[in-house]
C-alpha cells in the first residue's frame, strides 16, 4: 500500500482517499490486500503471530530470570583443584541492600545473599552495587563450619 501510495506516476497510485482508506480497512479487517509486487497478503494471522512473539518473549524472560537466580545461590566454589588435596570453608555474604555482586579474587561469584565454598586461606572479597560505593577486604578462612560476612553498602551521594 506505502509503495503504491509513493509511485511517480500518478495513474498507478490511489486514485483518490476513498480507494486508500477502502484499502486500509482491508488490511486491517484480516482480508488479502494486493501490494506492489502483485502478490496477494493476508493479514489474518498478523495480530496472533505478534501475541505468540510476545507470549514467547514474557516466557523467556522470566525462565531466564529464574535460572539466574537459581545459578546465583548454589554453592559455587571459588577454585578448582584436585579433590582431597585442598580444604574448603564456607562464606555466607550477605549485603544491605541485597543483590550486590560478589567477587573473590578478582572472580564473580554472584549475587548476595550467596554462600560459597572457597579454599581455605586468605581470599579478596569485594561487594558492588549499582548507585553504591564497593566494599572490598581480605578474609582469612580457616576450618569454621560457615563464616558470615554481612556488609552494609554506603550509597553514593547525587550531584
Not at 83 to 89: A, L, N
Not at 100 to 113: C, E, K, Y
Amino acid at each position: 500500500m506505502i509503495l503504491k501510495c509513493l509511485r511517480k506516476k500518478p495513474e498507478e497510485r490511489y486514485s483518490d482517499g476513498g480507494q486508500l482508506a477502502s484499502a486500509l480497512r482491508a488490511a486491517v479487517g484480516g482480508r488479502e490486500t494486493a501490494v506492489a509486487g502483485g502478490k496477494a497478503v493476508s493479514t489474518k494471522y498478523a495480530v496472533p503471530a505478534l501475541l505468540l512473539v510476545l507470549v514467547l518473549s514474557v516466557a523467556g524472560g522470566a525462565w531466564y530470570y529464574v535460572s539466574l537466580r537459581d545459578t546465583v545461590s548454589r554453592v559455587v566454589p571459588s577454585r578448582v583443584e584436585e579433590p582431597g588435596t585442598v580444604k574448603y570453608s564456607a562464606l555466607d555474604v550477605n549485603s544491605s541492600p541485597p543483590g550486590a555482586r560478589v567477587f573473590v579474587d578478582g572472580d564473580l561469584q554472584g549475587m548476595t545473599p550467596l554462600r560459597l565454598r572457597p579454599t581455605q586461606g586468605k581470599h579478596e572479597v569485594r561487594l558492588s552495587l549499582t548507585g553504591y560505593y564497593e566494599w572490598e577486604a581480605q578474609v582469612d578462612l580457616g576450618e569454621e563450619p560457615a563464616t558470615p560476612l554481612s556488609v552494609t553498602l554506603v550509597p553514593m551521594e547525587k550531584q
